[in-house]
T-cell receptor, first 115, second 111 residues
């Protein structure tokens, strides 16, 4: 596609429910990143994929968070048993090489609200 | 010391002036540097990237890199109210896959 596509754009869920956030990167981009941005805060790194592998999961806040990527393309971030502190904008980004020398291109994000 | 530091602002400049946004970083081996613009409620949008010491110009934007001083800046000439946004500096340390973001500088261009 022309850009990074994320869905849904908004998600309201009740505390304790599971949610799945989807990211479709730019075609041909091998590297995919998930970030989280809370209101008025900076970007918090969650996880990095190179192809289907996740060499760095160090940013995932707890074992309630998991992510996968299939076919070297679409990625899904899953949050189990959501908590109110999970409320944030979840941003997906992709880059062509994933070696840090090529720019990240961001999707429009998923705004998650846990009530 | 934070890995990437930016003044949070707000930086207020009058319309038509030059806005100067600054960023310092701690990893001396960093190789790639990026500037993103983020409007309120929107996702970051790439403005420029720079790899070599010196200046790189693109329209009204100029990125300046000084690796010896571990300093990268973004100049916006002829600032417009539509430039009002938060500007994020991102650094790639030592050729890794990581992108370290600063917390951003909020720019306000006054009409």
């Amino acid at each position: 596609g022309a850009g990074v596509s994320q869905s849904p754009s908004n998600k309201v869920t009740e505390k304790g429910k599971d949610v799945e956030l989807r990211c479709d990167p730019i075609s041909g981009h091998t590297a995919l990143y998930w970030y989280r941005q809370s209101l008025g805060q900076g970007l918090e790194f969650l996880i990095y994929f190179q192809g289907n592998s996740a060499p760095d999961k160090s940013g995932l806040p707890s074992d309630r968070f998991s992510a996968e990527r299939t076919g070297g393309s679409v990625s899904t971030l899953t949050i189990q048993r959501t908590q109110q502190e999970d409320s944030a904008v979840y941003l997906c980004a992709s880059s062509s090489r994933g070696q840090g020398s090529s720019p990240l291109h961001f999707g429009n994000g998923t705004r998650l609200t846990v009530t | 010391q934070k890995e990437v530091e930016q003044n949070s602002g707000p930086l207020s400049v009058p319309e038509g002036a030059i806005a100067s946004l600054n960023c310092t970083y701690s990893d001396r081996g960093s190789q790639s540097f990026f500037w993103y613009r983020q409007y309120s409620g929107k996702s970051p949008e790439l403005i420029m990237f720079i790899y070599s010491n010196g200046d790189k110009e693109d329209g009204r934007f100029t990125a300046q890199l000084n690796k010896a001083s571990q300093y990268v800046s973004l100049l916006i000439r002829d600032s417009q109210p539509s430039d009002s946004a938060t500007y994020l500096c991102a650094v790639n340390p030592s050729g890794t896959y990581k992108y370290i973001f600063g917390t951003g500088t909020r720019l306000k261009v006054l009409a």
